[in-house]
């Protein structure tokens, strides 16, 4: 198996400056990752750990202070690559007035698709999303685990080879948690490599391939699935010695 993703030495610290003074605030230390192409791996920490830093560095939506990043055999910042990358972010937002298709025209046209092809992609992530019937329904009226569904749809409109998705199952009922662990899987024996934050353990057991435990911006321990199968819900007891061991987290 080859690395799609490689993470060098990477740091981030956030820095602000007001009336003359200067805070800075340490969202990661030092990481280094790799993830094989067609894996699911899910990132776990406490909040404030460095799950979204890194997701957003990977996204180019951060500057690293430190280190380097590369994807699918490019170094980042590379516009090519970021063009295979679908995100799911932590609170899609999408204008309220706008339908569901309009959503995903609209993400199509700025992921470059062109736009006779716009419909069809359209109509390919619906399906996969099983919003299809949905598709005419204001983003107003939509459920939370609707705009949730859209999100991933809009995620997969270009048809990206790796996936990002931030928290994508916090906040939904059984059902709508169970259908985006279906998604997630489906994706996934399609060929996609999957990228994942979450505070829900029991279902990165479920789903991934290989689990990263961050906390206080550092990549503690990374883990396979053969490491925590067998024993059901070990993954979580792993999690909490891991962080009892480090003396808790630093608030
Ligand atoms: P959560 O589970 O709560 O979403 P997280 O693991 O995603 O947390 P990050 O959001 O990456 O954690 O935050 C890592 C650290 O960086 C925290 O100490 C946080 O306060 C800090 N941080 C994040 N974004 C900023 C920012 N824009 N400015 C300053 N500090 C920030």
Same mark, same amino acid.
């Given at each position: 198996m080859?690395?799609i993703?490689?993470? !060098?030495?990477?740091? !981030?610290?956030?820095?602000?400056?007001?009336?003359?003074?200067?805070?800075?605030?340490?969202?990661? /230390?030092?990481?280094?990752?790799?993830i094989n192409e067609g894996e699911i791996m899910g990132?776990?920490?406490?909040?404030?750990?460095?799950?979204?830093?890194?997701? /957003?560095?990977?996204?180019?939506?951060?500057?690293?202070?430190?280190?380097?990043?590369?994807?699918?055999?490019?170094?980042?910042?590379?516009?090519?690559?970021?063009?295979?990358?679908g995100?799911l972010?932590?609170?899609?937002?999408?204008?309220?007035?706008?339908?569901?298709?309009?959503?995903?025209?609209?993400?199509?046209?700025?992921?470059?698709?062109?736009?006779? @092809?716009?419909?069809?992609?359209?109509?390919k992530v619906?399906d996969l999303v099983r919003?299809? !019937?949905? /598709?005419?329904?204001?983003?107003?009226?939509?459920?939370?685990?609707? %705009?949730?569904? %859209?999100?991933l749809a @809009?995620a997969l409109?270009?048809d990206p080879a790796f996936l990002?998705f931030?928290?994508p199952?916090?906040?939904?009922?059984?059902?709508? %948690?169970t259908e985006m662990r279906e998604m997630i899987l489906s994706l996934n024996k399609s060929g996609k490599t999957i990228l994942f934050?979450?505070?829900?353990?029991?279902e990165v057991?479920k789903i991934a391939h290989s689990?990263?435990?961050?906390?206080?911006?550092?990549?503690? /321990?990374?883990?396979?699935s053969?490491?925590?199968?067998? @024993?059901?819900?070990?993954?979580? !007891?792993?999690?909490?010695?891991?962080?009892?061991?480090?003396?808790?987290?630093?608030?």
């Amino acid at each position: 198996m080859s690395a799609i993703l490689s993470i !060098k030495n990477l740091t !981030k610290i956030y820095r602000r400056s007001h009336l003359g003074r200067t805070t800075s605030t340490v969202g990661l /230390k030092n990481l280094n990752l790799e993830i094989n192409e067609g894996e699911i791996m899910g990132l776990i920490g406490p909040n404030g750990a460095g799950k979204t830093t890194t997701l /957003k560095l990977i996204l180019g939506l951060l500057n690293p202070t430190e280190g380097e990043i590369f994807l699918m055999g490019k170094k980042l910042p590379d516009p090519t690559v970021i063009q295979r990358v679908g995100f799911l972010p932590e609170v899609p937002y999408f204008p309220r007035n706008f339908s569901v298709q309009e959503v995903l025209y609209f993400y199509g046209r700025l992921s470059g698709i062109a736009e006779n @092809q716009i419909h069809s992609r359209a109509e390919k992530v619906l399906d996969l999303v099983r919003m299809t !019937k949905r /598709k005419d329904k204001h983003v107003r009226e939509c459920s939370k685990g609707m %705009l949730q569904r %859209l999100s991933l749809a @809009q995620a997969l409109i270009h048809d990206p080879a790796f996936l990002i998705f931030d928290e994508p199952i916090t906040g939904l009922d059984p059902v709508g %948690l169970t259908e985006m662990r279906e998604m997630i899987l489906s994706l996934n024996k399609s060929g996609k490599t999957i990228l994942f934050s979450s505070h829900i353990i029991s279902e990165v057991e479920k789903i991934a391939h290989s689990a990263g435990i961050m906390a206080n911006g550092e990549m503690v /321990k990374v883990l396979t699935s053969k490491e925590w199968k067998g @024993q059901s819900g070990s993954l979580e !007891k792993i999690f909490v010695d891991t962080i009892h061991e480090r003396g808790g987290i630093e608030l």
